[in-house]
């Protein structure tokens, strides 16, 4: 049953709950708009795995310069076609284990930006660049991801991206 938060205590770290009473009548409404809701919902994640798909599709990642054998730390970048911005990050992947399962994530830090309306900045030297400014990773392995799309960079492509990033490096 659902509860609502009747007190808190701070001294004790305890929060106090009581049952919410739901009316039998009101779960028939509740059901009625459940079953009314499912097919918009399902419409609205189909539409959401189109996009998914076609942003995946269109977006391609390049190995710059002589990877290490250790690629689960280093850096990528990916252009944010409508702010016309190369964007630059650091990642680092994990593995971590249930008794069933095997599961992996990326961590990503962003770095900075470049502007594309300056000088042309090829993948190796972009690489070099970040060499010099981070000692901690001297041979870093260093991902371009390339795109023409322009979908909204936070929401659409940068998801995309980690996401694609993560199959190539464990495939």
Do not use: C
């Not at 690629?71 to 944010?80: A, R």
């Not at 300056?118 to 392995?141: F, M, Q, T, V, Y």
């Amino acid at each position: 049953m659902p509860k609502r938060i009747t007190n808190i205590d701070l001294q004790r770290g305890i929060i106090e709950k009581e049952p919410i009473y739901i009316d039998p009548s009101n779960i028939d409404e509740i059901d009625e708009f459940i079953e009314w809701t499912k097919p918009h919902l399902r419409s609205t994640i189909d539409q959401g795995i189109e996009v998914f798909e076609f942003v995946d599709s269109n977006l391609s990642i390049e190995k710059v310069g002589i990877v290490p054998d250790y690629q689960y730390e280093g850096y990528f970048f990916i252009p944010d076609n409508q702010a016309q911005q190369l964007r630059l990050y650091q990642y680092e992947t994990s593995i971590f284990q249930s008794s069933t399962d095997k599961y992996r994530s990326i961590k990503t830090s962003f770095l900075k930006t470049l502007d594309f309306g300056g000088a042309h900045w090829s993948p190796n030297s972009i690489k070099l660049d970040l060499i010099r400014e981070n000692r901690d990773l001297p041979n870093p392995a260093t991902y371009a991801l390339e795109t023409d799309l322009e979908y909204p960079f936070k929401p659409t492509i940068f998801p995309v991206a980690k996401r694609k990033l993560m199959r190539y490096l464990f495939s």
